[in-house]
Protein backbone atom coordinates (compact mmCIF):
# COMPACT_ATOMS: atom_id res chain seq x y z
CA UNK A 1 0.00 0.00 0.00
CA UNK A 2 2.52 2.42 1.06
CA UNK A 3 4.73 1.51 -2.48
CA UNK A 4 1.60 2.33 -4.00
CA UNK A 5 1.39 6.12 -2.56
CA UNK A 6 4.57 6.66 -3.63
CA UNK A 7 4.24 5.70 -7.01
CA UNK A 8 1.12 7.64 -7.64
CA UNK A 9 3.07 11.16 -6.00
CA UNK A 10 5.67 10.37 -8.39
CA UNK A 11 3.62 10.51 -10.86
CA UNK A 12 1.28 13.32 -10.41
CA UNK A 13 4.86 14.93 -10.02
CA UNK A 14 6.00 13.91 -13.73
CA UNK A 15 2.72 15.41 -14.80
CA UNK A 16 3.19 18.85 -12.60
CA UNK A 17 6.46 18.90 -14.71
CA UNK A 18 5.19 18.12 -17.90
CA UNK A 19 1.96 20.73 -17.69
CA UNK A 20 3.60 23.79 -16.10
CA UNK A 21 5.96 24.80 -19.22
CA UNK A 22 2.90 23.80 -21.55
CA UNK A 23 0.64 26.35 -19.65
CA UNK A 24 3.52 29.40 -19.01
CA UNK A 25 3.78 28.87 -23.33
CA UNK A 26 0.21 29.10 -23.59
CA UNK A 27 -0.44 32.21 -21.76
CA UNK A 28 2.81 33.65 -23.18
CA UNK A 29 1.25 33.36 -26.51
CA UNK A 30 -2.00 34.51 -26.07
CA UNK A 31 -0.21 37.67 -24.32
CA UNK A 32 2.42 38.04 -27.08
CA UNK A 33 -0.14 37.91 -29.51
CA UNK A 34 -2.27 40.20 -27.53
CA UNK A 35 0.57 42.50 -27.78
CA UNK A 36 1.56 42.35 -31.24
CA UNK A 37 -2.69 42.71 -32.85
CA UNK A 38 -2.52 45.48 -34.20
CA UNK A 39 -6.07 47.72 -34.91
CA UNK A 40 -7.42 48.30 -38.64
CA UNK A 41 -10.39 51.23 -38.98
CA UNK A 42 -10.22 51.83 -35.45
CA UNK A 43 -11.11 54.93 -33.76
CA UNK A 44 -10.89 55.65 -30.15
CA UNK A 45 -12.58 59.25 -29.03
CA UNK A 46 -12.43 60.63 -32.42
CA UNK A 47 -7.80 59.54 -32.65
CA UNK A 48 -7.27 56.94 -34.90
CA UNK A 49 -5.41 54.08 -33.95
CA UNK A 50 -5.68 51.72 -36.76
CA UNK A 51 -2.14 50.34 -37.46
CA UNK A 52 -0.87 50.42 -33.98
CA UNK A 53 -0.56 47.73 -31.44
CA UNK A 54 -2.62 48.08 -27.63
CA UNK A 55 0.88 49.56 -26.01
CA UNK A 56 1.16 51.78 -29.00
CA UNK A 57 -2.79 52.94 -28.35
CA UNK A 58 -1.78 53.37 -24.89
CA UNK A 59 1.02 56.06 -25.09
CA UNK A 60 -0.89 57.49 -28.40
CA UNK A 61 -4.25 58.26 -25.63
CA UNK A 62 -2.51 58.86 -22.97
CA UNK A 63 -0.86 61.76 -24.77
CA UNK A 64 -4.16 62.64 -26.06
CA UNK A 65 -5.61 62.62 -22.36
CA UNK A 66 -2.91 65.03 -21.23
CA UNK A 67 -3.48 67.49 -24.18
CA UNK A 68 -7.10 67.64 -23.00
CA UNK A 69 -7.21 68.09 -19.51
CA UNK A 70 -4.94 71.16 -19.60
CA UNK A 71 -8.30 73.10 -20.14
CA UNK A 72 -11.88 72.75 -18.52
CA UNK A 73 -14.91 71.92 -19.42
CA UNK A 74 -16.88 75.06 -20.80
CA UNK A 75 -20.70 74.10 -19.83
CA UNK A 76 -23.46 76.01 -21.76
CA UNK A 77 -26.42 76.70 -19.67
CA UNK A 78 -30.05 76.83 -20.93
CA UNK A 79 -30.16 80.56 -19.88
CA UNK A 80 -27.46 81.62 -22.46
CA UNK A 81 -24.37 81.36 -19.45
CA UNK A 82 -21.67 79.26 -19.27
CA UNK A 83 -19.80 77.30 -16.46
CA UNK A 84 -16.66 76.27 -16.32
CA UNK A 85 -16.04 72.65 -14.51
CA UNK A 86 -12.16 71.62 -13.92
CA UNK A 87 -11.38 68.18 -15.88
CA UNK A 88 -10.02 67.12 -12.56
CA UNK A 89 -13.96 65.83 -12.20
CA UNK A 90 -13.49 63.04 -14.85
CA UNK A 91 -11.23 60.14 -14.78
CA UNK A 92 -9.87 58.11 -17.87
CA UNK A 93 -9.66 54.37 -18.43
CA UNK A 94 -7.65 53.90 -21.21
CA UNK A 95 -6.84 50.61 -21.07
CA UNK A 96 -10.22 49.60 -20.18
CA UNK A 97 -11.36 50.98 -23.58
CA UNK A 98 -8.72 49.48 -25.85
CA UNK A 99 -9.27 46.25 -23.79
CA UNK A 100 -13.03 45.66 -24.90
CA UNK A 101 -12.29 46.49 -28.55
CA UNK A 102 -12.89 43.35 -30.70
CA UNK A 103 -13.72 44.22 -33.84
CA UNK A 104 -13.14 47.80 -36.14
CA UNK A 105 -15.44 50.83 -35.34
CA UNK A 106 -15.54 54.32 -33.40
CA UNK A 107 -15.02 53.24 -29.51
CA UNK A 108 -15.48 56.42 -26.65
CA UNK A 109 -13.29 56.84 -23.97
CA UNK A 110 -13.91 54.88 -20.83
CA UNK A 111 -14.18 57.62 -18.62
CA UNK A 112 -16.14 58.09 -14.92
CA UNK A 113 -17.01 61.30 -12.94
CA UNK A 114 -16.79 62.00 -9.11
CA UNK A 115 -19.42 63.49 -8.22
CA UNK A 116 -17.73 64.80 -4.74
CA UNK A 117 -15.65 67.08 -6.94
CA UNK A 118 -18.28 68.00 -9.16
CA UNK A 119 -20.70 69.34 -6.84
CA UNK A 120 -18.87 72.90 -6.02
CA UNK A 121 -18.71 74.06 -9.49
CA UNK A 122 -22.63 73.36 -9.49
CA UNK A 123 -23.30 75.56 -6.29
CA UNK A 124 -25.98 78.54 -7.01
CA UNK A 125 -26.37 77.31 -10.76
CA UNK A 126 -29.87 76.15 -11.68
CA UNK A 127 -28.94 72.42 -12.40
CA UNK A 128 -28.86 69.28 -10.76
CA UNK A 129 -26.11 66.91 -10.24
CA UNK A 130 -27.98 63.94 -13.01
CA UNK A 131 -28.93 67.22 -15.67
CA UNK A 132 -24.97 67.50 -16.12
CA UNK A 133 -23.24 64.25 -15.21
CA UNK A 134 -24.84 62.53 -18.36
CA UNK A 135 -23.93 65.04 -21.11
CA UNK A 136 -20.47 65.60 -19.01
CA UNK A 137 -19.65 62.06 -19.44
CA UNK A 138 -20.54 61.52 -23.13
CA UNK A 139 -18.39 64.94 -23.90
CA UNK A 140 -15.03 63.49 -22.18
CA UNK A 141 -15.25 60.29 -23.70
CA UNK A 142 -14.95 62.69 -26.94
CA UNK A 143 -12.34 64.04 -25.64
CA UNK A 144 -14.57 67.47 -26.18
CA UNK A 145 -14.20 70.32 -23.77
CA UNK A 146 -17.60 71.48 -24.92
CA UNK A 147 -20.74 70.64 -22.84
CA UNK A 148 -24.54 71.36 -23.89
CA UNK A 149 -26.82 70.80 -21.09
CA UNK A 150 -30.12 71.59 -24.10
CA UNK A 151 -30.72 68.12 -25.17
CA UNK A 152 -31.22 67.04 -21.98
CA UNK A 153 -33.66 70.33 -20.09
CA UNK A 154 -35.15 71.28 -23.16
CA UNK A 155 -38.18 69.18 -21.92
CA UNK A 156 -37.88 70.96 -18.45
CA UNK A 157 -39.06 74.07 -17.18
CA UNK A 158 -39.30 76.34 -13.86
CA UNK A 159 -43.25 75.27 -12.72
CA UNK A 160 -43.13 76.78 -9.27
CA UNK A 161 -40.72 79.60 -7.43
CA UNK A 162 -40.24 81.74 -4.99
CA UNK A 163 -37.98 84.84 -3.38
CA UNK A 164 -36.91 85.19 -0.10
CA UNK A 165 -34.63 87.05 2.15
CA UNK A 166 -33.10 84.65 4.68
CA UNK A 167 -31.23 84.40 7.77
CA UNK A 168 -27.91 82.92 7.84
CA UNK A 169 -29.62 80.13 9.20
CA UNK A 170 -31.98 79.81 6.60
CA UNK A 171 -29.55 80.13 4.31
CA UNK A 172 -27.59 77.39 4.83
CA UNK A 173 -30.62 75.25 5.22
CA UNK A 174 -31.56 76.21 1.54
CA UNK A 175 -27.68 75.86 0.24
CA UNK A 176 -28.23 72.04 1.53
CA UNK A 177 -31.92 71.93 -1.02
CA UNK A 178 -30.14 72.86 -3.76
CA UNK A 179 -29.71 70.35 -6.66
CA UNK A 180 -32.27 68.27 -5.00
CA UNK A 181 -33.71 65.75 -7.03
CA UNK A 182 -37.32 64.01 -5.91
CA UNK A 183 -37.75 61.22 -8.35
CA UNK A 184 -41.25 59.71 -8.77
CA UNK A 185 -42.95 58.85 -5.13
CA UNK A 186 -40.09 60.49 -3.62
CA UNK A 187 -40.84 62.48 -0.35
CA UNK A 188 -39.16 66.10 0.68
CA UNK A 189 -38.97 66.93 4.27
CA UNK A 190 -38.11 70.16 5.71
CA UNK A 191 -36.29 68.53 8.31
CA UNK A 192 -34.12 66.58 6.43
CA UNK A 193 -32.01 70.16 5.79
CA UNK A 194 -31.51 71.41 8.85
CA UNK A 195 -31.47 71.30 12.91
CA UNK A 196 -32.19 74.94 13.12
CA UNK A 197 -36.62 74.68 13.92
CA UNK A 198 -36.87 78.28 14.23
CA UNK A 199 -34.94 78.65 11.08
CA UNK A 200 -37.34 75.92 9.38
CA UNK A 201 -40.47 77.19 11.15
CA UNK A 202 -39.67 80.57 9.35
CA UNK A 203 -38.71 79.05 6.32
CA UNK A 204 -41.52 76.74 5.87
CA UNK A 205 -44.41 79.06 4.39
CA UNK A 206 -42.62 80.06 1.62
CA UNK A 207 -42.01 76.37 0.69
CA UNK A 208 -45.59 75.50 1.63
CA UNK A 209 -46.85 78.51 -1.11
CA UNK A 210 -44.45 76.74 -3.62
CA UNK A 211 -45.75 73.03 -3.55
CA UNK A 212 -49.27 74.54 -2.81
CA UNK A 213 -49.55 75.44 -6.38
CA UNK A 214 -48.40 72.16 -7.43
CA UNK A 215 -50.38 68.59 -7.56
CA UNK A 216 -47.68 66.90 -5.27
CA UNK A 217 -49.36 65.92 -1.75
CA UNK A 218 -48.78 68.04 1.51
CA UNK A 219 -48.03 64.68 3.76
CA UNK A 220 -47.55 66.64 7.26
CA UNK A 221 -47.95 70.48 7.81
CA UNK A 222 -48.66 71.70 11.48
CA UNK A 223 -50.12 75.13 12.08
CA UNK A 224 -49.03 77.39 15.28
CA UNK A 225 -51.61 78.07 17.90
CA UNK A 226 -51.52 81.77 16.90
CA UNK A 227 -50.86 83.10 13.55
CA UNK A 228 -46.90 84.47 13.46
CA UNK A 229 -46.44 88.23 12.58
CA UNK A 230 -45.58 88.23 8.85
CA UNK A 231 -47.11 85.07 8.00
CA UNK A 232 -50.08 85.06 5.59
CA UNK A 233 -53.24 83.28 6.58
CA UNK A 234 -53.16 79.70 5.02
CA UNK A 235 -49.58 79.25 4.65
CA UNK A 236 -48.73 78.97 8.27
CA UNK A 237 -45.92 76.06 9.07
CA UNK A 238 -44.58 74.87 12.46
CA UNK A 239 -41.46 72.92 12.71
CA UNK A 240 -39.93 71.47 15.76
CA UNK A 241 -39.00 67.89 17.05
CA UNK A 242 -42.13 66.27 16.83
CA UNK A 243 -43.83 68.31 13.91
CA UNK A 244 -42.35 68.90 10.54
CA UNK A 245 -43.29 69.61 7.01
CA UNK A 246 -42.98 66.90 4.20
CA UNK A 247 -44.49 66.89 0.62
CA UNK A 248 -44.47 63.59 -2.46
CA UNK A 249 -44.10 63.93 -6.16
CA UNK A 250 -47.13 62.42 -7.19
CA UNK A 251 -45.93 62.92 -10.81
CA UNK A 252 -44.47 60.34 -12.78
CA UNK A 253 -41.19 62.29 -13.81
CA UNK A 254 -38.54 63.53 -11.54
CA UNK A 255 -38.35 66.89 -10.28
CA UNK A 256 -35.26 69.31 -8.81
CA UNK A 257 -34.79 72.10 -6.44
CA UNK A 258 -32.90 74.60 -7.71
CA UNK A 259 -31.53 77.48 -5.51
CA UNK A 260 -30.17 80.63 -6.96
CA UNK A 261 -28.40 82.68 -4.92
CA UNK A 262 -28.76 86.67 -5.38
CA UNK A 263 -27.06 88.53 -2.73
CA UNK A 264 -29.85 89.93 -0.19
CA UNK A 265 -32.31 86.76 -1.63
CA UNK A 266 -32.30 83.66 -2.21
CA UNK A 267 -34.52 81.98 -5.83
CA UNK A 268 -36.10 78.34 -4.62
CA UNK A 269 -37.07 76.82 -8.72
CA UNK A 270 -38.62 73.50 -8.85
CA UNK A 271 -37.80 72.47 -12.00
CA UNK A 272 -39.30 69.94 -14.21
CA UNK A 273 -41.61 68.86 -16.63
CA UNK A 274 -44.69 70.93 -16.81
CA UNK A 275 -48.09 69.72 -15.74
CA UNK A 276 -50.54 69.11 -18.20
CA UNK A 277 -52.94 72.03 -15.87
CA UNK A 278 -52.04 74.67 -14.30
CA UNK A 279 -51.77 74.92 -10.66
CA UNK A 280 -52.11 77.87 -8.19
CA UNK A 281 -52.94 78.73 -4.54
CA UNK A 282 -56.24 80.40 -2.81
CA UNK A 283 -56.95 81.48 0.50
CA UNK A 284 -60.89 81.76 1.01
CA UNK A 285 -63.52 81.62 3.38
CA UNK A 286 -61.52 84.38 5.68
CA UNK A 287 -63.46 84.89 8.69
CA UNK A 288 -62.50 87.11 11.63
CA UNK A 289 -63.42 86.78 15.74
CA UNK A 290 -63.35 89.99 17.78
CA UNK A 291 -61.75 89.31 21.10
CA UNK A 292 -63.42 89.40 24.32
CA UNK A 293 -62.56 92.56 26.92
CA UNK A 294 -61.97 91.16 30.55
CA UNK A 295 -61.89 92.83 33.90
CA UNK A 296 -59.89 90.88 36.88
CA UNK A 297 -59.27 93.01 40.17
CA UNK A 298 -56.17 92.62 41.98
CA UNK A 299 -55.26 94.01 45.60
CA UNK A 300 -51.86 94.74 44.43
CA UNK A 301 -52.51 97.69 42.82
CA UNK A 302 -52.73 101.05 43.92
CA UNK A 303 -56.48 102.12 44.75
CA UNK A 304 -58.18 103.25 41.71
CA UNK A 305 -55.14 102.44 39.26
CA UNK A 306 -55.63 99.59 36.00
CA UNK A 307 -53.64 98.12 33.90
CA UNK A 308 -53.82 96.03 30.75
CA UNK A 309 -52.23 92.57 31.75
CA UNK A 310 -53.07 90.85 28.24
CA UNK A 311 -53.71 92.71 24.77
CA UNK A 312 -56.46 91.54 22.93
CA UNK A 313 -55.92 90.08 19.40
CA UNK A 314 -59.35 89.12 17.59
CA UNK A 315 -59.47 85.40 16.09
CA UNK A 316 -59.30 84.21 12.67
CA UNK A 317 -60.21 81.27 9.94
CA UNK A 318 -59.24 80.35 6.46
CA UNK A 319 -59.51 77.89 3.93
CA UNK A 320 -56.34 77.02 1.85
CA UNK A 321 -57.46 75.53 -1.38
CA UNK A 322 -55.49 74.02 -4.48
CA UNK A 323 -56.89 75.46 -7.52
CA UNK A 324 -56.55 73.39 -10.52
CA UNK A 325 -57.12 75.20 -14.18
CA UNK A 326 -57.51 73.22 -17.19
CA UNK A 327 -60.01 74.40 -20.29
CA UNK A 328 -63.29 73.25 -19.08
CA UNK A 329 -62.85 75.02 -16.32
CA UNK A 330 -61.64 75.31 -12.25
CA UNK A 331 -61.57 72.59 -10.00
CA UNK A 332 -60.37 72.77 -6.04
CA UNK A 333 -59.27 70.65 -3.59
CA UNK A 334 -58.66 72.01 0.09
CA UNK A 335 -55.18 71.64 1.63
CA UNK A 336 -56.28 73.35 5.40
CA UNK A 337 -58.57 75.18 7.31
CA UNK A 338 -56.75 77.02 9.91
CA UNK A 339 -58.50 78.57 12.85
CA UNK A 340 -57.10 80.75 16.02
CA UNK A 341 -59.28 81.60 18.69
CA UNK A 342 -59.24 85.20 19.75
CA UNK A 343 -57.24 86.59 22.46
CA UNK A 344 -59.02 88.28 25.24
CA UNK A 345 -57.71 91.49 26.48
CA UNK A 346 -57.47 91.74 29.89
CA UNK A 347 -57.52 94.69 31.71
CA UNK A 348 -56.72 94.35 35.51
CA UNK A 349 -58.32 96.76 38.55
CA UNK A 350 -57.07 97.71 41.77
CA UNK A 351 -59.92 96.12 44.44
CA UNK A 352 -58.59 98.64 47.14
CA UNK A 353 -61.23 101.06 48.05
CA UNK A 354 -60.94 104.71 47.86
CA UNK A 355 -60.55 106.17 51.28
CA UNK A 356 -63.51 108.59 52.16
CA UNK A 357 -63.12 112.19 51.03
CA UNK A 358 -61.55 114.73 53.50
CA UNK A 359 -64.27 116.88 55.02
CA UNK A 360 -64.34 120.61 53.35
CA UNK A 361 -65.05 123.64 55.25
CA UNK A 362 -68.36 125.65 54.02
CA UNK A 363 -67.30 128.75 51.89
CA UNK A 364 -68.67 131.63 52.80
CA UNK A 365 -69.16 134.43 50.03
CA UNK A 366 -67.59 137.48 50.65
CA UNK A 367 -68.83 140.97 48.92
CA UNK A 368 -65.66 143.16 47.78
CA UNK A 369 -66.02 146.95 48.50
CA UNK A 370 -65.69 147.92 44.83
CA UNK A 371 -69.35 148.98 42.78
CA UNK A 372 -70.53 145.78 41.37
CA UNK A 373 -71.98 145.79 37.67
CA UNK A 374 -75.41 145.70 38.60
CA UNK A 375 -75.56 148.39 40.62
CA UNK A 376 -79.16 150.40 40.06
CA UNK A 377 -77.59 153.53 40.81
CA UNK A 378 -75.15 153.69 37.93
CA UNK A 379 -72.32 156.16 38.52
CA UNK A 380 -73.85 158.48 41.25
CA UNK A 381 -71.06 157.24 43.60
CA UNK A 382 -68.61 160.17 44.73
CA UNK A 383 -65.12 158.98 46.32
CA UNK A 384 -66.05 158.89 49.52
CA UNK A 385 -68.66 156.04 48.82
CA UNK A 386 -71.48 158.01 49.06
CA UNK A 387 -74.15 158.15 46.33
CA UNK A 388 -74.81 162.17 44.90
CA UNK A 389 -78.08 163.54 43.83
CA UNK A 390 -78.80 165.79 41.05
CA UNK A 391 -79.89 169.18 42.10
CA UNK A 392 -83.94 169.19 42.21
CA UNK A 393 -85.69 171.90 39.99
CA UNK A 394 -86.25 174.99 41.98
CA UNK A 395 -89.73 175.49 43.38
CA UNK A 396 -90.91 179.53 42.79
CA UNK A 397 -93.37 180.81 45.48
CA UNK A 398 -95.61 182.79 43.17
CA UNK A 399 -97.54 181.79 40.36
CA UNK A 400 -95.36 183.59 37.24
CA UNK A 401 -97.73 186.03 35.05
CA UNK A 402 -99.01 184.94 31.95
CA UNK A 403 -99.80 187.23 28.52
CA UNK A 404 -103.12 185.17 27.87
CA UNK A 405 -106.22 186.40 29.65
CA UNK A 406 -108.98 184.14 30.54
CA UNK A 407 -111.78 183.43 28.49
CA UNK A 408 -114.93 183.74 29.35
Avoid: W
Avoid at 98 to 117: F, M
Avoid at 125 to 148: C, E, I, K, R, W
Avoid at 189 to 196: H, R, V
Avoid at 205 to 219: D, E
Amino acid sequence: MKRYGMHFFILACLVLLVSLPTIGLVNYLDVAAKTSTTYKDTRVAGIDVSGMTKQEAVIRLDNAVKDFNNMPFTVAMVDGTALEVGKDVVTFNVDGTLDAITEPGDYPLAVAIDEERLTPYLDNQPVTMTMVTGPLTASASQLDSNVTLETVTEENEVVATMTISPTPAMRSALERMNGYEMNAGDIFSLKAFGEDFEALTTLGPSLYKLFAATPFKILERVPHETLPNGVELGYDVFVDAQSNFAVQNTEQTAYAIIVLNEGNTMTVQLLGKAFEAAYESRVEEVVSVPYQNVVRFSPSLPAGSSSVTQSGQAGESGKLYRVRITESGETLEMLGFDFYEPIPEIVTKSSVPLPPPEPVEPVIPTFPDELLEDDPFGDDVDNDGLYEFEEEPPVFETVPETSEEAVG
